[in-house]
């Protein structure tokens, strides 16, 4: 059965672009900027990045929103597997600019049921900002963690207590720079929602913001108070954590695909077991302190994200996402 969407006088879309598309717009995104477009293929789908919903000041070299485009990757090769087909994922395919990769069917093979349960966790997958137990990860669970980033060609890195509060008082650096630069404020307040239920369908709800100082909020914005920040035990709360650093052999755009389609597995993956996963990134968002984070984390090549992982002690809310109507790119489009 084929599809028309309602935008425009589009081709035929078949069922299963559909199903990898309505999986693909379920991906994390920085600051849910959604930052992709997707074109149907007759036997997949072609993932495109969209720079006009990039951040000029947090992500002014697109890395971030590249990352966010490959966790897409992920979501539509797990569709993909899901249908019954050995996913064919292409990354930075020769053709236009903004094409990052096309995910295709394969031959048929039933899916393994380690990918059925990634593709189980997409929909209940969450960023958690509140508080979290930071014990009760146990060794098997990182390991589990780290070998779903490295099944996607990146490098897991697990730092010892030591380099996690080394981390930690990089983070606090990076947080005080993000905080005294009224162009990260009034950007991060663009993709604040003050609006819930179906009348936003991008950007973070305020409800979804942390209800504990940092890091456990850990979007920097202007409701934070720089007194409550400096008292905050950011160094010691980093050393208690689990922390996974996601690395890449270098910094092009391939490894930022690479690193966004291994942070969507670890965090699938990191779901599937009942964990939850906030960002300790600044850090590596800044490039005033990003080098020095891969150095104190000892990380082989190039830092890409950090994570915290967890017990989560409540849930947290789903955030909104455009339609996929909303999302198709057609041949005649730039
Ligand atoms: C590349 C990338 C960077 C992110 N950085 C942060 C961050 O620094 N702090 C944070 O709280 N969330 C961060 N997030 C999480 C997003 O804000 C979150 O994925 C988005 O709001 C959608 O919400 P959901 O993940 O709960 O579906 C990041 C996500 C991605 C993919």
Known sequence: MSIASDAGSPP???????????????????????????????DGLAIHEDPTRGLASLDPHGRLRVISCGAAVTNAALAVAHSGFVPVVELLPAGEPTLLARVRAGVRLAPDAGDLRLYGAIPVRRA????HHRVGVGAGDVRQVCAAV?????????????????LGALLRAAVEHQLAD???????????????????SDGVPVGSLGTTP????????DGWDLDELERAPIEDELEASSVLGIATPGDARRDWLVAGVALQRAWLQATALDLAVTFADQATQWDGTRQLAADALGAPGQLQVVLRIGRPLVDVPPTPRRELADLWRWPDQT
């Open 214 to 221: 940092f890091p456990a909020d850990s979007i920097v914005h």
């Open 182 to 200: 009224p162009g990260h404020l009034a950007e991060v307040s663009q993709w604040v929602r003050h609006v819930g239920g179906t009348s936003t």
């Open 150 to 166: 490295s099944r996607a060609g990146a490098r897991p890195v697990v730092p010892d207590a030591p380099a996690r509060r080394r």
């Open 128 to 131: 958690h900002r509140r508080l």
């Open 12 to 42: 035929e879309v078949s069922e299963l672009a559909r199903a990898l598309g309505q999986a693909a717009r379920l991906a994390p995104s920085v600051h849910n900027t959604q930052p992709w477009r997707f074109a149907p293929l007759p």
